[in-house]
């Protein structure tokens, strides 16, 4: 058992942390009838499992192997995606004093962060990582480390014509409504894909975010509706409407969840149609779904025919949802990985009341949570990953930093980049062993 506060989201909006209670926390010493192997199996280079040869395709790709997904490297070999967000150098002053006391240079400071995620099992980097320090570093290490990009298609479009605004975590759109119906977006997006032709031979990327936490919710048609009458999106939904013979007074749930469906293609089609125009060796992995969206069956039907691997923020969960896990896969024909999710340590000292994540007491309770939580995905066996967010702690010195990560535990590494070993160690416990653990639970 481990103790631990999670985030109460009010009515009159305001957020506030609960008491501790103590949750029920399966780790690696404790999963029925495995005992950690002597010997653990040999790996390739990009960190897949030597002992299973697949087709090689040179690149990471996904594939349903009896009644279980797996990643399988660019060696052929099967593969489980371990990251961590944000593997990026921290901007505040403090940041920066610290890394070149302690590293000297960028450089240097990337070569050593890659042996370190290296040597404690980790074999990617997650959204908001410094892909080009890493590509950098790639082209002389002994070992290479995967990493993905996230090209904010439509919050960069947002940002180009205007209307976008900054919420905690994410981009905001009037009326939670987003530009997938302006006749420019498809123009926008072809043109910003064409930066992805520079990665596109590259074995090392594991694949493209398109955006992260966009609205897509389930009264789309009324938010929609709702917007100004010269807005492309309000014609939109008004000629949906007319076309069907319905008025705003006749919308039901029905109508909703078609119309969902209806951005969400409108979104997925053109987004995925310029990657793979200028990058087709590389998989399209989603646009980081964080609310309720994930748990609807049309949306995710639409989304599971554009995505090769659905990505999921999935908060609020101390142990995931099996029922979740089983319907992501089956209304997609995919599998999934999550994209965001931590705790945050009281012995850190921080205010940790920025941010989503949970609260337990120690840095140890930090890594027994993310062993109890990836052991569930691993049992679910319709995950090929975790994104585990992230890399460094919150720096409250830091100026302009998003709501959501202004004063909070959520690293592995503090503010002048030492670790939190104690967490990292139970990190490592787990990472090292994730096949010998699927191998068990597929046998039992």
């Not at 030597?50 to 070999?77: C, L, M, Q, S």
């Not at 919050?155 to 939670?176: A, D, E, I, K, L």
């Not at 014609?235 to 969902?260: C, V």
């Amino acid at each position: 058992m481990v103790d631990a506060k999670v985030k109460v989201y009010h009515d009159d909006g305001t957020r506030t942390y609960n008491d501790y209670k103590p949750y029920e926390t399966r780790t690696v010493e404790n999963i029925a009838g495995y005992d950690s192997p002597e010997e653990l199996p040999k790996l390739s280079k990009y960190g897949g499992n030597t002992n299973f040869k697949e087709e090689a395709t040179g690149f990471f790709h996904v594939k349903k192997i009896g009644d279980r997904w797996w990643g399988i490297d660019p060696d052929g070999y099967r593969y489980i995606n371990v990251a961590l967000n944000s593997v990026s150098r921290g901007r505040s002053e403090r940041n920066k004093e610290a890394l070149k006391s302690k590293f000297g240079t960028p450089e240097n400071w990337m070569a050593e962060t890659i042996k370190l995620l290296h040597e404690n099992g980790f074999n990617c980097a997650g959204s908001w990582s410094d892909h080009k320090a890493i590509i950098e570093a790639n082209k002389t290490a002994e070992k290479p480390f995967a990493y993905t990009v996230n090209w904010n298609f439509m919050s960069s479009y947002g940002h180009h014509r205007g209307g976008t605004y900054q919420q905690p975590g994410h981009t905001g759109y009037p009326n939670s409504a987003i530009f997938v119906f302006d006749p420019e977006f498809e123009t926008f997006c072809d043109q910003r894909a064409q930066k992805l032709s520079e990665l596109k031979d590259d074995p090392n990327l594991f694949g493209h975010f398109s955006d992260n936490e966009m609205p897509f919710k389930f009264n789309s048609l009324d938010n929609y509706l709702a917007l100004p009458d010269n807005e492309p999106g309000h014609q939109a939904a008004k000629n949906w409407l007319e076309e069907r013979g319905l008025s705003a007074e006749d919308i039901t749930d029905s109508h909703r969840e078609e119309f969902m469906a209806l951005v969400a293609d409108k979104y997925f089609s053109i987004v995925s149609k310029a990657i793979k125009k200028y990058d087709p060796n590389h998989m399209y992995i989603g646009a980081r779904f964080y609310s309720s969206e994930k748990n609807q069956p049309v949306f995710m039907k639409v989304a599971g025919k554009y995505l090769d691997v659905i990505s999921n923020n999935y908060y609020n969960h101390w142990t995931p949802d099996s029922t979740h896990m089983a319907n992501w896969a089956e209304w997609t024909g995919k599998p999934f990985i999550v994209t965001e999710y931590y705790t945050k340590g009281e012995d850190s000292g921080m205010g940790n009341q920025s941010g989503a994540g949970w609260i337990v007491r120690t840095q140890k309770d930090r890594g027994l949570f993310y062993q109890n939580y990836n052991l569930a995905l691993l049992e679910s066996k319709n995950c090929v990953g975790w994104h585990y967010f992230k890399y460094q702690d919150n720096d409250p010195t830091a100026k302009g930093a998003d709501p959501s990560n202004i004063d909070a535990n959520k690293g592995i590494v503090d503010n002048e980049y030492q670790v939190w070993e104690p967490m990292l160690e139970k990190m490592k416990e787990l990472n090292t062993q994730v096949y010998d653990i699927i191998e068990h639970f597929d046998k039992k």
